[in-house]
């Protein structure tokens, strides 16, 4: 498994823009992107499914 600082990013979650810490995991066949704040707080997760559709979560409040 490797892990991948890929910097910060400003992003938009709900109602409010935000900073986010952006990161990738990645193992063979996978690659999970995840944000987290300044303060460590996760923000988001997105990921490809095998049918190569992008799943994506992110923080509400």
Known sequence: MHLEELGVEAMRLSDRAERGMHYALERRSFRIELWYSPTGDWLALQTRTRQGRL????KLS
């Open 55 to 58: 799943m994506r979560y992110e």
